[in-house]
């Protein structure tokens, strides 16, 4: 069974969260790319596979299943509930679009996160009722790799922050240069997508986004 994450255990654990995104890896795997982030300061794995076939998305599922236990970091798939069972991970991301928070602990049981995308204070609110673990709040910034996202200003998201008593990580645009201008909103963490897995060097990204954070003081 996967690890049971208390609610801090689970803020420390956002600090730097990656999305995968195999359209930057330019013919690097996924697998080899996802260790170097961890080894460079990523502490939040997410599997987005949203096209892949089940051939290829469980094996995929399962290696990265096993790095992230591995080095004690979460691991989530996004949208699949089966493929995250079949695969033994940690959980999985909902967005707004998705199975209804509800609906998916209720299928998943109390031991497995659940993170919601919201984009609003009533959205994180409804989530946090349902039994979310987490909150993505995004798109605080235009983004290539989600360009139908709703932005998020950052009045809305510190009200999100303030009204939802819930981890938070921030998705959007955000690199080493952006991170600082989302300090003392509330984060707990950023998500990236392109800044680390569009890096040449995963690692070396890696430690660059985690140094932003931390000298930030999110």
Known sequence: MPKEYTRAELRRALRLYAVTDRAWLGGRTLQDCVSDAIAGGVTFVQLREKDAPRFEALPLARDLQA????????????????????????????????????????????????????????????????????????ALMPTPTKPDAVDVTKVELAAICAAADLPIVGIGGLNAQTIGDFAGLGLDGVAVVSALFAADDCKAAAWELRRAIEEVRL
């Open 67 to 138: 790095i992230c236990a591995q080095a004690g970091v979460p691991f989530v798939v996004n949208d699949d509930l089966e493929l995250a069972l079949e695969a033994g991970a940690d959980g999985v991301h909902l967005g707004q679009d998705d199975m209804d928070c509800a609906e998916a602990r209720a299928i998943l049981g109390p031991e497995r996160i659940i993170g919601v995308s919201v984009q609003t204070e009533e959205q994180a609110l409804r989530a946090a009722d349902a039994g979310a673990d987490y909150l993505g709040v995004g």
